[in-house]
Each structure stands twice: as structure tokens, then as C-alpha cells.
């Protein structure tokens, strides 16, 4: 993390810090990581785990709405979750 500090201090505000590659990371790493100035977290792969491996799973016993409804439910969960780890939950702007 002192890496991560002194890019932000070096940055000096002209750049936004970006997360990239957060698979595996535990939600604690992706805390220290804000604390220490990151302002955006690309989670797409993380949000779409789960819903791709029901997808796969899934696709050929259940008919079509319902393997969608069923994603749509995981997407939604693992969504909500990084929202919390990233301290946005609730957050308009």
C-alpha cells in the first residue's frame, strides 16, 4: 500500500488511480486500496463469476426466463456486495 500512497501523492490529483485485475483480491485489499486513493475499481469480471458458471451449469435444464431471472439474481448480489466493499451503497454521486 505505501506503493499505492505514493503514486496518489506523485499523481498529485491530475490522474485518477484505477483498479484493474481485482480477482482473488480479498474485500480487505480492495479497502486499503480506496484508503489509499483509488477512485475507480473495474469489478466486471467479479460481478459476472457467478452468473456466467449458472449459465453454464444451468442452460440446458432450465427454460430460458427463468435461467435469466435466476443471473439476473446473482449479478445483483455480487453487484450489491462490491458496492458495500467499496463503501458506495447508498451513494447518489
Known amino acids: 500500500m505505501l506503493r499505492l500512497q505514493k503514486i496518489k501523492e506523485l499523481a498529485n490529483g491530475r490522474v485518477r488511480l484505477v483498479l484493474h485485475g481485482t480477482n482473488g483480491f480479498k474485500d480487505e485489499v480492495t479497502q486499503q486500496c480506496i484508503r489509499a486513493g483509488v477512485s475507480k475499481i473495474n469489478i466486471n469480471k467479479l460481478v459476472l463469476e457467478d452468473y456466467n ?37 447508498g451513494k447518489t454521486k
Open 53 to 89: 458458471n449458472h449459465i453454464k451449469t444451468n442452460s440446458t435444464s432450465m427454460i430460458l426466463t427463468q435461467l435469466m431471472e435466476e443471473g439476473i439474481k446473482l449479478v445483483t448480489a455480487a453487484q450489491e456486495h462490491q458496492m458495500d466493499v467499496s463503501w458506495s451503497s
